[in-house]
């Protein structure tokens, strides 16, 4: 990715530091960058205590299944409220479950859990559940063409 490799080149020249790997701290930084900007996105159309889950990937470490679930399978739900009190897992010796990367080679989007929605196991996905098929007529539709 052009954008991590310049972000990463331009700390180097910055730091004057050759040895870090600041690829991998771009990389973090820009995904980290990006699920908070999704997490901003569910909070304006979705409001503050939205429900959410973390979709996880084949290859996912046990720290990450065990806080988001395995790939496939029902996740781990949260509030969204909850993950952004958690913050980053920076500094941190047993990783929670957060609203960005768990760690730097986590890989996970963060979704949100539209309300009526149940787990669909065939699916592998929520889907919406509607109580009601539709509204009951009463009384018969009159419909009226013209020109």
């Known amino acids: 990715n052009s ?14 530091d ?9 990389d973090y930084v820009l ?25 996880t990937f084949p290859g996912v470490c046990k720290p990450c ?8 399978q029902k996740p781990v739900i949260y509030k969204l409220t909850d993950l952004l009190k958690n913050g980053n897992n920076i500094g ?19 979704h949100p859990i539209p309300k009526n929605s149940v787990w669909d196991e065939d699916k592998n996905q929520f889907i919406l559940k509607r109580n009601k098929k539709g509204v009951k007529r009463k ?3 009159k419909i009226t063409i013209s020109e």
């Not at 954008?3 to 004057?16: C, F, P, W």
Request: net charge negative.
């Open 139 to 141: 009384s018969k539709v």
């Open 92 to 110: 941190r010796k047993e990783q929670l479950p957060v609203v960005g990367n768990a760690h730097p080679f986590a890989r996970s989007i963060l």
């Open 3 to 16: 954008t991590v490799q310049e972000l990463a080149s331009e700390l180097r020249e910055m730091t004057e």
């Open 31 to 55: 995904q980290e960058a990006y699920g908070f900007g999704r997490a901003q996105q569910i909070i304006e159309d979705y409001g503050e205590d939205v429900l959410v889950y973390k979709q």
């Open 65 to 72: 299944e065990k806080n988001y679930g395995t790939p496939g």
């Open 18 to 26: 050759w040895a870090r790997d600041f690829s991998r701290i771009s």
